[in-house]
DNA sequence: ATGCCTGCGGTTCGCAGA
């Protein structure tokens, strides 16, 4: 089973590139981020074409995640829990059943998260980001009592580590690498997550190249979308990457895919 | 040092992004 995220940076004005990569890539489950839709305005139409079915959690103008699937959901909840002030829209989550290669049926857990930016250091917005990361991981850890397959993706806003940006001394003063911001980070690791890329190479991989000053033109790019995987998950992961060439495409975000494979399959 | 782009809302500029 294919499951993938991607910042998609306005599903609307991205539609042709939606529906051309997923014919390309046929993942079963996609979390996007950044739809910047209202649920209403959400372009289902053409991706429910494609067979799969779309679970929006969307606002006007900016932020917004959806869940698109060729399995049926049998579960939806958007919002993430921990403080009904924040009215962002950046978490969605779907429950798939699935079995395993031995037959054994489960349930499949999904999250499409978008994680605050947090900019500029020192404001309330980064307090924001540090609160929500805060909430995330109390979420993370209820969630990992069930022992399920459980994926956790989506635009984290965070540079792990130096090797995670082209020039990692560019972002000393940026919120996304900021200690404190890491920390967070790692403490989701810690909780017994694991970062499905970096389970499978050590290489320098990017998934975000700045519009700006030809960041891509000259590779200089940072990886910060993720997919953060239980132990039940983890165990049956085949493959990870990221898909670069998507960002050479007319009109790209400025977010590629990454993807994850698992040894999971639709319950029939 | 600053802006460089891009999408969106709602008008022809401001905000947000990272």
């Known amino acids: 089973m294919k499951i993938a995220t ?3 940076n306005g599903v609307r004005a991205r539609i042709d590139n939606l529906v051309a990569w997923l014919n390309e890539s046929r993942p079963d489950i996609v979390c996007l981020q950044e739809i910047k839709s209202q649920d209403e305005a959400f372009p289902r139409a053409e ?33 993430l829990a921990g403080d009904d002030a924040d009215d962002h829209s950046r978490f969605i989550e779907g429950v798939f059943s699935v079995r395993d290669g031995k037959g054994r049926k489960t349930a499949l857990r999904v999250v499409s998260l978008y994680l605050p930016n947090g900019n500029p250091v020192g404001t309330e917005k980064f307090a924001y980001k540090l609160g929500w990361m805060q909430r995330l ?3 993370a850890t209820d969630r990992l009592t069930l022992e399920e397959p459980l994926v956790m993706a989506g635009d984290y806003n965070v540079i792990p580590e130096p090797i995670d940006a082209r020039y990692p001394e560019n972002w000393t003063g940026d919120a996304l690498f900021q200690p404190e911001t890491r920390q967070a980070f790692r403490r989701l690791s810690a909780l017994g997550l694991t970062d499905a890329i970096r389970a499978v190479t050590d290489e320098p991989l990017y998934t975000f190249w700045d519009y700006q000053a030809g960041a891509w033109q000259k590779n200089n790019g940072i990886r910060i979308d993720h997919l953060m995987l239980s132990p039940e998950a983890a165990d049956r992961l085949t ?3 990221v898909e670069k ?22 319950a029939a």
């Open 6 to 8: 991607w910042n998609i």
């Open 47 to 79: 991706i429910e074409a494609l067979g799969y079915h779309v679970e929006t959690h969307g606002q006007k103008g900016f932020n917004g995640v959806a869940i698109l699937s060729k399995l049926r959901f049998d579960e939806v909840t958007p919002r």
């Open 137 to 139: 991981e109390r979420w």
């Open 239 to 241: 493959g990870a990457s």
């Open 245 to 266: 060439h998507v960002r050479a495409w007319e009109k790209p975000s400025d977010h590629v895919p990454a993807v994850v494979e698992l040894a999971l399959l639709p």
